[in-house]
């Protein structure tokens, strides 16, 4: 037994957290954050944790290293501060996509992060749609990887569309869009993408399924530049597909990413806030749903002991 149930923000993440906590029905914990004139973080935990069990939100989102580094300094104070139980939640998992030695003489990034954070002190981790769901195998610690799929249904029902196809944009996503695409209770359809070097140039290389007079959604973990989507949708667009709209949990949108997406003429992004983003800074194409009822219930089922296996990205 635990002496409360406390969840903290690091800066990152402060309004998903504050709307997570509010859904928990909690004040967000206090914390100090700031930054000596010599670039160190200082981070202080203005309350009492001990025996408690906590739970710190910080996504990864650009400065990433900073944001990565302010998380690890706040699960040391946790720990220091004797925290019973200490949970990272980290929405977006920094250096996803670095998950796989593919070139020579390259870091295990992803893994590295999941050193760090179990090193730090964290006893669990919470994180949503990763990139590849090996990387859960990084830990040692238990990780719940939860989905986005039931928010990105539920929308997309209001939309009632008639004839849907889900569509991967590449075999990596396959298994995971095939997922999507049978909750949704729509066929697959899948291209083979190929990336120029590590550029934001790709190039789609094979096309499998029938798209014509019907509509595309383009199932994806992250927009990064937009390139992926964009070459996606050029050719969603050649093989007749009445509209094409992007489910996207991650969405980074670095760049010119919004301009790249306007120019190919997706009809709509539906995104969420994992990666925080002004509603009001983004444009009218892009919808952004909320994954703090997600946490919420996340949250609260790990606190009690309650399964969390409903939540799962498998
Ligand atoms: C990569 O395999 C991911 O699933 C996404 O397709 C990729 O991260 C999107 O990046 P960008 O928007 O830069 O093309």
Redesign the pocket.
Known sequence: MYAARKVFAGKASQGLAEATALHLGQPLGKADIMKFKNDNKFVQILESVRSCDVFVVQTSCPPVDENLMELLLMIDALKRASAGRITAVMPYYPYV?SDKKDQPRIPLSARLVADLVTTAGADRVITIEL?AAQIGGFFSIPLDHLTTKSLFKEYLQSKHLTDPVVVA??A??AKNALKFARSVGAPLAIMEKHRLGNT?K?EVTAFIGDVRGRQAIIY??????????AGAVEVLKAQGAAEVYVCATHGIFCGN?FETLAKCGVHEVITTDTVPHDPKSLPAFVTQLSVAPLLADAISRVHSGVSVSDLFSY
């Open positions: 996509r990139h944009t590449d990596g996503g934001d790709v994806e973990d992250e927009i990064s530049s937009g390139g992926t989507v990413a």
